[in-house]
């Protein structure tokens, strides 16, 4: 006999279509973005293979940002329940012992997958190059990194509890995607004594 689960979880619509090969009592999709904003709007666009995994009666949706929860209602009428998210302030504090201390020179930290286009790291360099006398730091979630992108340290596809460190090495994080879950890198980096200059984006609330 098949094994059945009590419930199997997707957390991106790619895992969704693919979660009902197994069988469950209880089908859960963890939504974090409106994924249809990663993709442009052409013909052959995923963009509709997206829109249809928000409006499946068979499957319970659950979000981490209430601007997510509000398109779900809006858009599709789905109540899709809340589940905060938050930083763990025992692993980001002010007392992190940091890489490299903090020093007179301001050191700056870009964040994000260099090849996702909308987290915008691409701008974010454009913007440290116009800055004199700061040093530069990338953490770069996918590995990729252009080689025009000037930067003092790059730190590729770094664990979770490797991040605090890092944060505590600099003084501002420069972050300016335009589509965010809950924005965590700013929260993250407030909470190990830094600060942040951001976009104006969903998720900031």
């Known amino acids: 006999h098949p ?26 999709y ?4 409106d994924e249809r904003r990663f993709y442009d709007k052409t013909p052959d666009s995923p963009a509709l293979l997206v829109e249809r995994t928000y409006c499946d009666p ?28 938050g930083v763990d302030l025992t692993r980001f504090h002010l007392n992190v ?7 007179p020179r301001v050191r700056v ?6 090849g996702a286009s ?30 025009d992108w000037k930067a003092d340290r790059v730190f590729k596809k770094v664990r979770f509890e490797d991040m605090p460190p890092i944060y505590a090495s600099c003084y501002i994080l420069i ?9 965590g890198p700013p929260l993250e980096m407030f909470a190990c004594g830094g600060t942040a ?9």
């Open 3 to 28: 094994v059945e689960y009590d419930a199997v979880l997707a957390t991106w619509w790619e895992t969704y279509y693919d979660m009902f090969h197994l069988n469950a009592k209880t089908y859960l």
């Open 58 to 85: 068979r499957v319970r949706v659950i979000t981490e940002a209430k601007w997510i929860q509000r398109m779900f209602q809006h858009e599709f009428g789905v109540e899709a329940g809340y589940a905060p998210n």
């Open 97 to 103: 012992q940091p890489l490299v201390p903090r020093g």
């Open 197 to 205: 200059v951001v976009s104006n984006v969903s998720g900031y609330d």
């Open 175 to 183: 972050k300016l995607s335009t589509v965010e879950g809950v924005f």
């Open 30 to 33: 963890f939504c974090q973005s």
């Open 109 to 114: 930290l870009v964040e994000g997958p260099g």
């Open 118 to 147: 909308f987290k915008r790291v691409d701008l974010a360099f454009r913007v440290t190059a116009r800055v004199p006398d700061i040093e530069v730091w990338f953490v770069c979630g996918d590995g990729v990194v252009q080689s």
